[in-house]
């Protein structure tokens, strides 16, 4: 009974303001999945229209795209469940490695704000690639691709920028060190050179790769 007034109860109060209820945020937004191949998903799986991204974070592009015009296309056409937007790397050098490995940490949950978060950031840790020291340069040499990217996460303060997702160092470190992920982050890049692409972001809409298209109008014209 209780529940039933409190639905009642705010009716009232919206009607005697003369506003209506806030709308309820889309599930859509929190939806997230991950491919068999380790690519993460958002919004509805079963969309009309499928979008993948290819990606660099060490890419300006790829965080202009982000910070520009991803919010609208998640607002348009991933909120309502017309589009999911998939994240898959296409890794340019040992540094980009290091930061798709940290988008990783924490799940699936994570992922879309650590992604957000990292490409938010790009212009503050890339910045400090002349930081990283001829030990960990010589790692990478060697084949440790581990050693390098946690000298790597040390020597450009990536630390701090994953402590602002919630994420301690030796929690990072562990993600550093996950093959399976290693794994699928080189498998993407594989798969996305196999297809074509070249450079990044670069677009998927609906299995096709697309031509210069740079943001949400011409994703639209893409989509059925």
Avoid at 30 to 38: A, L, Y
Avoid at 145 to 160: P, Q, S, V
Avoid at 177 to 184: E, M, Q, R
Avoid at 189 to 208: I, K, W
């Amino acid at each position: 009974m209780k529940k039933y007034l409190g639905v009642i109860f705010i009716g009232v109060a919206a009607l005697s303001t003369g506003l209506a209820a806030a709308p309820a945020p889309s599930k859509w937004l929190t939806t997230v999945t991950v491919t068999d191949k380790g690519a993460h998903v958002l919004g509805n799986p079963a969309a009309r229209n499928k979008v993948v991204e290819y990606l660099s974070y060490t890419c300006g592009h790829c965080a202009d795209f982000e910070m520009k015009e991803a919010p609208k296309f998640k607002t348009q056409f991933v909120a309502t469940g017309k589009a999911s937007l998939e994240i898959r790397n296409m890794v340019l050098n040992p540094v980009d490695l290091t930061a798709a490995m940290l988008a990783r940490c924490g799940g699936k949950a994570k992922f879309f704000g650590n992604h957000r978060h990292l490409l938010s950031t790009q212009a503050t840790w890339l910045g400090k690639t002349k930081n990283i020291s001829a030990a960990t340069q010589a790692k990478l040499k060697a084949q440790d691709y581990t050693g390098f990217m946690i000298g790597t996460f040390d020597e450009i303060g990536l630390g701090a920028i994953m402590q602002q997702r919630g994420i301690t160092q030796a929690q990072a470190k562990t993600c550093l060190a996950d093959k399976a992920a290693f794994k699928n982050i080189i498998g993407m890049t594989d798969a996305g050179s196999a297809l074509g692409v070249r450079g990044t972001p670069s677009f998927l809409v609906n299995g096709v790769l697309q031509d210069h298209v740079h943001n949400v109008a011409e994703l639209k014209a893409a989509m059925k």
